[in-house]
């Protein structure tokens, strides 16, 4: 089956705003683009392509590129917005499914990659990985792509299995340590540490 995916990433002077106590913008901004790279290593070792990155900022798309992955600048604003210009990316691309994998997850590696395509292989269905307090989304497998509108926010997690189950689809949670960690605030800075070099 041929699963594309879609990394959303926001435009570098605001990305990761809840650090600005302890990282100044230009921290911020490398600290971004080191997740996106960790990001798009582990879905290429997975064998997941293409791989589409939405972004209204520059640098993120020219990096991007530089890693081998779709750059599509981001007309639209939003995360939910965002991702419906990647939704429409990958139909253009007769997609089968959809794997939408934020670029704030810097531990996940290849083999939650696969688990995560591996959770419901059938076709119609919705794979939902929740962050570590079971209430937002961390990660997004529909199959179609089309299968259930996006619904990232507060609460993101309860709502997008209430709109599969709405719709008669199987939901798969994929319950996954990796997954469940993004780095939003201080606190997981410092259960993850600053990567050598980030910080002059």
């Not at 995360?79 to 794997?99: D, I």
């Not at 934020?102 to 076709?123: N, Q, S, Y």
Request: charged share 25%.
């Amino acid at each position: 089956m041929n699963v594309v995916a879609v990394v959303p990433v926001k435009d570098l002077r605001v990305a990761k705003s809840r650090l600005r106590k302890v990282l100044d913008t230009p921290s911020r901004a490398g600290l971004t683009l080191y997740m996106m790279g960790r990001v798009l290593d582990a879905l290429q070792k997975a064998g997941v392509g293409p791989i589409c990155v939405v972004s209204p900022d520059p640098l993120v798309l020219e990096q991007a590129r530089e890693r081998g992955a779709c750059a599509l600048r981001q007309e639209s604003q939003g995360l939910n917005p965002a991702l419906e210009e990647g939704r429409r990316w990958a139909l253009e691309k007769e997609a089968s499914g959809l794997l939408v994998l934020p670029a704030d997850l810097p531990l996940v590696d290849a083999e939650d990659v696969r688990a995560l395509l591996e959770a419901e292989p059938r076709e119609p269905s919705v794979v939902i990985s929740p962050d570590g307090g079971r209430a937002g989304t961390n990660a997004l497998v529909l199959r179609p792509p089309g299968a259930i509108p996006f619904a990232f926010g507060p609460d993101s997690f309860g709502r997008h299995r209430r709109m599969a189950r709405e719709r008669g689809l199987p939901v798969t949670e994929c319950d996954r340590v990796h997954l469940a960690f993004d780095l939003d605030n201080g606190a997981d800075l410092t259960r993850f540490g600053v990567p050598e070099g980030l910080i002059p």
